[in-house]
């Protein structure tokens, strides 16, 4: 197994996409056929996943085939079938099914494969990482959560509720049969997410004396994927049993596309608790009650209209109380330490020459510059001309720009996206404003995702902060969405509040707008942020924005798929930085054509 995970984790470089993932299955079925001792096992893997967290697809393919060895898959599956027969709740059962699985099968395999406990832990690591967000939204995924803390961490706090559930799913580390656990598995679905099923449809005895004569006789189409319609029942059945022991959050595999375009409904009970939820996971506001409601009220118009700001210091800096969130944020901030570390001289390096070239042009912009003029200081040398002549420029006056006559705000994507280029992302936006410093440019940095109907801006320096605070940039980590439009409209806002004549925005961003929009009771725009419609807003706020006056640079570090949305939405004033020693260079020039122009 540990050769299997270390081949697959060199297959991330190779050049064909199609031959890449026909060897990352052919040894994910190698590694489930070797766990299982059957050969002939029928398998599911979603080579996808793999993509995401080579640890949880690995550990995936493990548990598929620890399941099979141990337990009955066929017998999982049917259950899963005639459970839905019965009208059962897919999402809730499948969630339920995967935490079944998992502690099922966990003390046999490690008893036999030590190396498995490791790779549990961190797949767990992954997943916490990846899809905490998402899984905090129900109480399973509270759940999940929890068991896979105490899984990683030991004993966790959990409260009573949880701690029941997940007590429970541990009694199956002991599970002799297949029936004993189904047995935890629809107690715990009647218990949790139906308390009347059984009221109603009968005992799980009765759930599994359905017959394949009733299961034909019901339109499996209504719970396929949109690809599947014309399958049959016996590929639902497989479907859900590949999904019963997947770890990664299923809407993240098997139905992104739909995601990105979902719309969620909340009711105005939800909607009341999301404040207490961003405030505990984003830490408190520096803003007070009666300014945050302003700032709404002045920003969050058209497009944006069912949206909400909520501006913040970021978790590490105003805590509501230490949770995973908090550690999460700690820990990133260390990698991205260390990375800078390992990458010290060059960022030095791009430092001083972005300072020395913004120094320049400063410096030029100081110059002295002496004009003859009619008014000023008289010039006795020109006094012969009176009288002689129609030359009224008796006089010299000296002109000065005003070296320090402008300020920058450095907005940075904090999306999910960009968790694989976090560290190089925060590399940047600390080297910008080091240079910024060095200088004497007051200049603002935050970074923006968007959770909810929340686009949270997370302040790591203010504009007339010493250079000491350009270190909490490293604190930079990312998660949830991104609302383009409404961060760089905001942005804007800040910087139209500054007496400085010259205005100057740069957007650090990956050039994908994309945002599950949460609608509340009569909201006024159910369209979902993603894809045309997202891109086509944000581009018009970049040209509105420059509209005002304020100069605006996208430096683009995503993806080269997305270049061509990233080129629509900033236009000619768009640079795309392939690598790190590039960086000074590039933002450089743009910043000096803008002093020198202004």
């Known amino acids: ?43 599911k893997l979603d080579t996808r996943a793999f993509a995401r967290s080579k640890y949880a697809a690995l550990y995936d393919a493990v548990k598929q085939g620890a399941f099979a060895k141990f337990f009955s898959k066929e017998e999982l599956g049917m259950y899963l079938v005639k459970k839905l027969y019965f009208g059962a709740k897919e999402q809730e059962l499948l969630q339920l099914s995967q935490l079944c699985v998992d502690c099922a099968v966990l003390r046999r395999i490690t008893g036999e494969r030590k190396g498995v406990e490791e790779l549990r832990k961190k797949a767990f690591l992954d997943v916490l990482d990846q ?83 009733d299961l034909k006789e019901f339109n499996w189409k209504d719970f396929l994927e949109e690809e599947l319609y014309e399958e049959d029942m016996d590929r639902y059945l497989e479907q859900l049993t590949q999904a019963a022991s997947t770890l990664q959050e299923r809407d993240s595999q098997e139905t992104r596309t739909r995601a990105k375009s979902r719309v969620v409904l909340v009711d105005e009970e939800a909607a009341a608790k999301m404040y207490s939820y961003i405030e505990l996971n984003y830490g408190r506001s520096y803003l007070n009650e009666r ?59 791009n ?38 002549s129609r030359d009224t420029r008796l006089f010299q006056k000296e002109i000065r720009k005003n070296s320090t006559d402008f300020a920058v705000y ?44 929340y686009t949270v801006m997370r302040r790591f320096r203010d504009y007339e902060e010493g250079r000491e605070a350009n270190r909490r940039i490293f604190e930079f980590h990312a998660s949830s969405n991104n609302r383009d439009g409404l961060a760089i409209r905001t942005a804007a806002w800040s910087l139209s509040q500054r007496e400085e004549e010259n205005k100057i925005l740069i957007v ?59 080129r629509r939405i900033f236009g000619k004033d768009f640079a795309y930085i392939r690598n790190i020693m590039n960086f000074s260079h590039v933002v450089g020039l743009y910043l000096q054509k803008q002093l020198d122009e202004t």
């Open 1 to 43: 197994m540990k050769e299997s995970l270390e081949y697959l984790a060199s297959l991330e470089g190779e050049p064909e996409e199609a031959e890449r993932q026909m060897e990352i299955e052919q040894r994910m079925q190698n590694l489930c056929w070797t766990v299982s001792g059957d050969y002939s096992l029928r398998l």
């Open 131 to 213: 899809d905490f967000h998402r899984m905090t939204a129900s109480f399973l995924g509270q759940v999940k959560i929890s068991l896979m803390k105490e899984a990683v961490y030991g004993q966790e706090a959990m409260t009573d509720r949880i701690r029941r559930v997940v007590d429970r799913l541990q009694e199956l580390h002991g599970a002799e049969d297949t029936l004993e656990v189904l047995r935890c598995l629809d107690e715990l679905y009647n218990q949790l997410v139906d308390r009347h099923f059984e009221e109603k449809y009968g005992p799980l005895e009765t759930v599994l004396a359905v017959t394949m004569e």
């Open 291 to 349: 300014e945050q409601r302003r700032r709404n009220g002045l920003l969050c118009r058209g497009a944006h209209a069912d949206c909400q700001l909520y501006f913040t210091d970021g978790i590490l800096e105003n805590m509501v109380r230490k949770n995973y969130q908090s550690e999460y944020a700690r820990r990133a901030k260390e990698v991205n330490l260390r990375i800078y570390g390992n990458h010290f001289r060059v960022a030095r390096r």
């Open 351 to 388: 430092i001083e020459q972005l300072s020395d070239a913004l120094r320049r042009s400063l410096q030029a912009r100081s110059e002295r510059e002496v004009v003859s003029m009619d008014y000023g200081a008289i010039v006795p040398a020109r006094l012969w001309k009176v009288g002689r």
């Open 410 to 453: 450095v907005l940075i994507d904090a999306s999910g996206s960009q968790r694989n280029r976090q560290s190089l992302v925060a590399i940047q936006g600390f080297m910008l404003s080091e240079a910024l410093s060095n200088v004497g440019i007051p200049h603002m940095v935050a970074g923006f995702c968007t959770f909810w109907d």
């Open 508 to 566: 650090l961003s990956d050039g994908r707008p994309n945002d599950q929009i949460v609608n509340r009771p009569n909201s006024r725009n159910p369209a979902s942020y993603c894809g045309e419609y997202a891109v086509r807003d944000t581009a018009l706020e970049v040209r509105r924005v420059r509209s005002q006056g304020i100069s605006v640079l996208g430096v683009f570090a995503g993806e080269e798929q997305d270049l061509q949305a990233e």
